[in-house]
């Protein structure tokens, strides 16, 4: 018989992620944002912290969720058109739109997420949606403006 056993670890909360990167160096205002937008996952934070790339693509993800959040497709639609021939990216930038949204679910203020209740509910579902369809292939331009249309 095996003896190896699985246990299940659940985050940290998110106060206790931004004190901890806090502690790594991480900007105080940066390790709460990032806290409360991917529910203290404290290694995730810390890719998002300390990679310039990472944070600019966090960064898009927010702007995207404020255009959601004004109903704004055409802001939509310009921020995704620059993911349209890179499915890679296309799809990281859309799982940190989930986190946005997932933020908003949670309740996490205002100043974390402008997505909140039933716009952070819709968002992640078109959000999921997008994310299936790029990786069962179909078109990502299609895909990325259908998307920008919805979230309008």
């Known amino acids: 018989r095996s003896r190896c056993v699985s246990f299940a670890v659940a985050p940290v909360s998110p106060e206790e992620c931004a004190k901890w990167c806090i502690g790594q160096g991480v900007d105080k205002k940066q390790a709460q944002l990032y806290s409360q937008l991917f529910d203290g ?84 579902s078109l959000a999921d949606a997008a994310i299936q369809r790029l990786a069962a292939q179909v078109n990502p331009k299609i895909t990325l403006s259908v998307l920008a249309a919805k979230l309008g």
């Open 41 to 124: 996952h404290i290694g995730t934070v810390l890719a998002a912290a300390q990679d310039d790339a990472r944070r600019e693509q966090v960064e898009k993800a927010l702007t995207l969720a404020k255009a959601a959040a004004a109903q704004d497709s055409y802001a939509a639609a310009v921020l995704l058109a620059g993911y349209e021939k890179d499915k890679a990216a296309a799809a990281a930038l859309l799982g940190d739109f989930r986190a946005v949204a997932a933020a908003g679910l949670r309740g996490c203020a205002s100043a974390s997420t402008p997505l909140t209740g039933d716009a952070a509910r819709r968002a992640l």
